[in-house]
């Protein structure tokens, strides 16, 4: 699987919008991207996935590069709950996850 | 509709042991996934199974092994148990290769 990049923590006050980036240079063309997040003392969570247009759901938002290598997640209001580590894996087949360190999320009140 | 259900939540176990876990995957869903997450090397992909064939293995020691039965339900075994076995144990499942998979909330397995 190709390989992603994301900062290690970032930090966002509650109520105001989150951009989560995410890094793929080695992206193939037929790689999803897809997000998780998983609150602390709970399993992984599905956030969203797209393959080249930017996607909505009511979860977040996923806006994707024109070349595919990079990615950010959308979270248009943030809060508390959102408090999260935040997985970007490319997925290019029926195969497991590959998840990275990923991106420790936290919001201030 | 129930979510991915994964027995039992907690486990204790001596070193030389063995340990079966369990997953029931949603209704409908044909794909299973076993993930090992520890606080050191994170989240790590086990195997995946679909319609009770192992598809995808990740690098992990032959001492761990799973199976998948006619009705989607899962079971992992880890035989001979180390101290290393000791991690938060995740079953996830999902209906179609790429799309999103649904995790259950683990077995915490505990060797001592």
């Known amino acids: 699987d190709a390989k992603t990049t994301q900062p290690n923590s970032m930090e966002s006050n509650e109520e105001e919008p989150v951009h989560l980036p995410c890094n793929h240079s080695?992206?193939?063309?037929?790689?999803?991207i897809h997000w998780y997040r998983q609150l602390p003392s709970q399993g992984p969570e599905y956030v969203i996935h797209g393959l080249t247009s930017n996607v909505n759901n009511r979860m977040a938002s996923l806006a994707i590069a024109e070349d595919r290598k990079s990615s950010t997640l959308i979270l248009h209001r943030a809060t508390l709950r959102d408090a999260a580590v935040y997985y970007c894996?490319?997925?290019?087949?029926?195969?497991?996850?590959?998840f990275g360190k990923g991106t420790h999320l936290i919001i201030q009140p | 509709k129930a979510g991915v259900t994964q027995t039992p939540r907690y486990l204790i176990k001596t070193r030389g042991q063995q340990v079966t876990l369990s997953c029931s995957p949603i209704s409908g869903h044909r794909s299973v996934s076993w993930y090992q997450q520890t606080p050191g090397q994170g989240l790590q992909f086990l195997f995946e199974y679909f319609s009770e064939t192992q598809r995808n293995k990740g690098n992990f020691p032959g001492r761990f092994s799973g199976r998948q039965f006619s009705n989607s339900r899962s079971e992992m075994n880890v035989s001979t148990l180390e101290l290393g076995d000791s991690a938060l144990y995740l079953c996830a499942s999902g209906s179609t290769g790429r799309f999103g998979y649904t995790f259950g909330s683990g077995t915490r397995l505990t060797v001592v």
């Open positions: 894996i490319l997925r290019g087949g029926a195969d497991g996850l590959t």
């Open positions: 080695t992206i193939s063309g037929t790689d999803y």
